[in-house]
């Protein structure tokens, strides 16, 4: 088992940065990825960010060029640098990890969630 905490999240105006942080812990060693999903109030989850154990990035198109998704394999630690936040950023944000027995290779452990709010 994994166990996935995120912090880091809060208020922050539209143009700010802030950065995500989470903490894996438990069967760490059968983790090959790493992302991040948000959800909005009323609106689906949707994919933000996933980097491999060997540092392999990807990015969803809406936070492309304002997101940097890092990861720290001996801390067992995954960031998200966000800048350049919009309105649009406002949701909660999950942490995910995926290993072999994942479904079509989407995440299979979650955290509890931080809310990032944007204000205009």
């Known amino acids: 088992q994994v166990q996935l905490v995120e912090s880091g999240g809060g208020l922050v105006q539209a143009g700010g940065s802030l950065r995500l942080s989470c903490a894996a812990s438990g069967s760490t060693f059968s983790i090959n990825a790493m992302g991040w999903y948000r959800q909005a109030p009323g609106k689906q989850r949707e994919f933000v960010a996933t980097?491999?154990?060997?540092?392999?990035?990807n990015y969803s198109d809406s936070v492309k060029g304002r997101f940097t998704i890092s990861r720290d394999n001996a801390k067992n630690t995954m960031y998200l640098q966000m800048k350049s936040l919009k309105p649009e950023d406002t949701a909660v944000y999950y942490c995910?990890?995926?290993?072999?027995?994942?479904?079509?290779?989407?995440?299979?452990?979650w955290g509890q969630g931080t809310q990032v709010t944007v204000s205009s």
């Open positions: 980097i491999t154990r060997g540092g392999t990035t």
């Open positions: 995910t990890a995926r290993d072999r027995t994942s479904v079509v290779g989407l995440p299979n452990y």
